[in-house]
């Protein structure tokens, strides 16, 4: 047996200055990455409902004029707390299109717990045009699709600061400290106020943006709450299976010298 | 050898069958009585570990293709709506998803058993051999894999990785328009990757019972590296083995869970959440952590014929490890310098990896150039000759007497020493 734990720790020390190695470019970014404190991130975490139903409000009135969101349908609000009429409700406000009618003519009219979000732009290429040549990406899974997830969001919506005397900035672009580069095609869009929240939180800018990060963490991984919940009854299913088979491997071996 | 089977089975029903067709007679040969050494350690519980991961992929696998779109078109959204609508969808793609990570570790720490324990030495040569198979099949199985759900990295890692056959000269820009299936990597391609890996599992599965089949001609190698010489040697490979690797499969399967239900996407690219683009390069290409050391040795080199033979010889050199180390002491417990070193060996993969990860700039060069040169090195000059110059520890009379013939250690006389190596 010690024989086997020098060898382990053979294989395993190697291991972990390796893992600090890989630590030092992460800890290099640390201070442009903000640190917020996510209701989901825990391991027993969950969605703050009432965070991403106001998360929903901000990005309906402001995100979805550039943004498609294409991956969600109306539907899934029921995963953020909505009731089915509530949901019903929402979806009929959107004019979303609806196949052809019996002319075969393009036929629009609003939207049902069953479509798909609207999209603001019929295309990439209309996207572009309307916003400078830049392309709003699709918001379904940016937060999985960003190196830094949800902090990351949070910095870019939070990021705009003047741009420092020195620097020169492009034509049409606009200062972001978190952004790559700095320059980013995405005018400001959160300030203090920007929205007005129905129940009476504070619309500071860092509560807007934590708000629709929230939202849009939910909506790249809308599977987050049932996942942890279906794990921590496997995980201790099996933590027992281990410990009964254990026992029964040494009832087994009992009789055996080695 | 035509004959009906003489069946020692008291069911009826099994007995019938069993006389007609002893396949019930094989699994107890094989798999109930069959006698393993009995001090293996829980580094033998790796094969079966790889054997049942290879199940779960498959079962996975089977799931997901079902709902599956192989079309540039559909892909990416198609296995979106598997994470979302289809019922437990994510449960099935995070399985496979962090399946084939947990295929890797448990390969790689297979490989290591059998590096440390010396269990490519004859007569295992073959079975060793039949290994590195499975490594290459299992590599081209999660390399197509990677690039079935279309985002930035399966698109540009793909380009990247399929690129690297024009190196080779003449047959090179046939063979990648052969991968291809057309001018670019497309939809053709795609397609293609789609079949050979619903494909490839299922030939991993045959060399696999080769492999198993060899195994069982030869018998288990153990942590001593001396050969079985008498019954009392060993165990029947059932219950005490069945309930040992029971053990394994349960903390494996902890450690799955703990992967695909608390971090999912912990060892993915978040590169891979952004559909498939030509038109846009990622700031920089990684293939997936269990491909890294590899990538490092070709990056390392820079002309790009030259690492992409350095990259497949990496894994081509094994395949003559039988023969390139010369010591006929097969347990690094008994080879007080082999044992050290394959522990620096393993470091400088472990580093290679870390280079992998990293742009092929300043140090990362160096470090990952000074790693290659000693992975070779370790393979072509040092095994060779350690072989002649290590003396090895005493080793012991056999498993059951592990007590060694005298105390202090001193090396055996060569004569008693080729003796013991002797099969029993
Ligand atoms: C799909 C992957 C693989 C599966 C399912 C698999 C399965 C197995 C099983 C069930 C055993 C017997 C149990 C044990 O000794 O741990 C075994 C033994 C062995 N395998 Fe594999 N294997 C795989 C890959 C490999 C690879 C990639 C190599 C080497 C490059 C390898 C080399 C060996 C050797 C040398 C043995 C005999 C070990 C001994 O008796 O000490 N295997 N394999």
Redesign the interface.
Known sequence: MP??RS?LA??FA??LV?AS??SV?AMAQEDAMPREKWSFEK?FGTFDLAAAQRGFQIYSGVCSNCHSL??LHYR?LSGIGLEPEQIKAVAAGFTVPLGTDDQGNPKEGPATPASAFRSPFANDKAARVANNGALP?DL??IV????G?ANYVYGILTGYVPAPAAFKMQDGLYYNKMY?GHQIGMPQPLQDGTVEYTDGTGTSLDQEAHDVVTFLSWA?N??TVE??Q???R??LF??F??GL??A??RK??SN?H? | MAGLTKSEFANPVINWIDTRLPIFTMMQKEYGVFPTPKNFNYFWNFGALAMVNLVIMIVTGIFLAMNYQPNTELAFDSVQHIMRDVNYGWLIRYVHQNGASMFFIVTYIHIFRGLYYGSYKAPRELLWMLGVVILLLMMATAFMGYVLPWGQMSYWGATVITNLFSAFPVVGPKIVTLLWGGFSVDNPTLNRFFALHYLMPFVLVGVIFLHVAALHITGSNNPLGIDVKTPQDTLPFHPYYTIKDSVGICVFLIVLSALVFFAPNYLGDPNNFIPANPLVTPADIVPEWYFLPYYAILRSVPNKLLGVCMMFGSLMVLFVLPWLDTSRVRSARFRPVYRPLIFVWVLAVILLGICGAHKPEGVWVILSRVCTVYYYLHFLVILPILGKLERPLPLPESISHPVLGGRGGGPLPGGALAKLMEKA
């Open positions: 024989k086997l060898l053979g294989v190697p291991a390796v190695l890989l470019p391991l294409k991956l899934d990406p379904s899974l999985n699709a960003r190196e997830g790559p790249a809308p599977e996942r942890k279906i794990g921590v496997v995980v099996l933590v299976m281990t088979t254990y029964v491997k087994v071996w055996v080695h």
